[in-house]
T-cell receptor, first 115, second 111 residues
Framework: DGGITQSPKYLFRKEGQNVTLSCEQN?????MYWYRQDPGQGLRLIYY???????QKGDIAEGYSVSREKKESFPLTVTSAQKNPTAFYLC??????????????FGNGTRLTVT | DAKTTQPPSMDCAEGRAANLPCNHS???????VYWYRQIHSQGPQYIIH???NNETNEMASLIITEDRKSSTLILPHATLRDTAVYYC????????????FGPGTRLSVLP
C-alpha cells in the first residue's frame, strides 16, 4: 500500500544532541512537508520541499534543517539550536506541486522527547 | 495565522449527524476548503475538499455557502470512532502552497 512512513514512533535524546527524523513516501508525490505539533495546538510548518534538491523555510524553521536528495525522502534534523525540541513531528506529502487542489497525506508522526 | 475560525469543541450523539462549522470570510476565488481530522497521537487524516460546489464522499459531505465565506462538514451518522479534532483549512495560494492549521474543533461523539 502507498503511504508515508515516519520512524521511529518515539525518540528520546539528551539536550545538546542533534537528532534526525526519517520520512519516506512511496506515493510518487513531488511535495513534502514537516510540521510540528505541541500539546493542544494545531500544526505549525517547519520546512517544505516542492522538488528534489529544493526546500523552503516554513513558519518555525529556526533550529531545524532538512535535505531532499531523493523524491521519496525528506529527513528532518533537529539541531541543538532548537530551544524547545520536545514535540510531535509530522511529515506530509502532496501530489503535483503546482496543483492547487492536491490534499496532504500525513505519516503517523514521531514523538520526540529531549531531556 | 490561520484563515479559518472554528468552535473549539462540540458534542454529538452517536448515530446522529455531526455538523461542524467553519468560517473563512477572507477566502479568495481560487482557494479550496479542506477538512482533515486527527485522532489522538496519529497523523491528520484527509476527509474532503471543495471549491464552490457541495461535495460528498464515503466519509462526509461538505457544504459551502454561495458566497464561500463559510462551510459545514457533515458526518451523517457519527460513531464513537469519529471522536477527533477536525481542522478546516483554506489553502494559501503562494509558491509554497502551505496548509495552515488552526486549533480545530474537538468533536466528542457520545454514546
Amino acid at each position: 500500500d502507498g503511504g508515508i512512513t515516519q520512524s521511529p514512533k518515539y525518540l528520546f535524546r539528551k539536550e545538546g544532541q542533534n537528532v534526525t527524523l526519517s520520512c519516506e513516501q512511496n506515493l510518487n508525490h513531488d511535495a513534502m512537508y514537516w510540521y510540528r505539533q505541541d500539546p493542544g495546538q494545531g500544526l505549525r510548518l517547519i520546512y517544505y520541499s516542492q522538488i528534489v534538491n529544493d526546500f523552503q523555510k516554513g513558519d518555525i524553521a529556526e533550529g531545524y534543517s532538512v535535505s531532499r536528495e531523493k523524491k521519496e525522502s525528506f529527513p528532518l534534523t533537529v539541531t541543538s539550536a532548537q530551544k524547545n525540541p520536545t514535540a510531535f513531528y509530522l511529515c506530509a506529502s502532496s501530489g503535483q506541486s503546482l496543483s492547487y487542489n492536491s490534499p496532504l497525506h500525513f505519516g503517523n508522526g514521531t514523538r520526540l522527547t529531549v531531556t | 495565522d490561520a484563515k479559518t475560525t472554528q468552535p473549539p469543541s462540540m458534542d454529538c450523539a452517536e448515530g446522529r449527524a455531526a455538523n461542524l462549522p467553519c468560517n473563512h470570510s477572507t477566502i479568495s476565488g481560487n482557494e479550496y476548503v479542506y477538512w482533515y481530522r486527527q485522532i489522538h497521537s496519529q497523523g491528520p487524516q484527509y476527509i474532503i475538499h471543495g471549491l464552490k460546489n457541495n461535495e460528498t464522499n464515503e466519509m462526509a459531505s461538505l457544504i459551502i455557502t454561495e458566497d464561500r465565506k463559510s462551510s459545514t462538514l457533515i458526518l451523517p451518522h457519527a460513531t464513537l470512532r469519529d471522536t477527533a479534532v477536525y481542522y478546516c483549512i483554506v489553502r494559501v495560494v503562494n509558491y509554497g502552497q502551505n496548509f495552515v492549521f488552526g486549533p480545530g474543533t474537538r468533536l466528542s461523539v457520545l454514546p
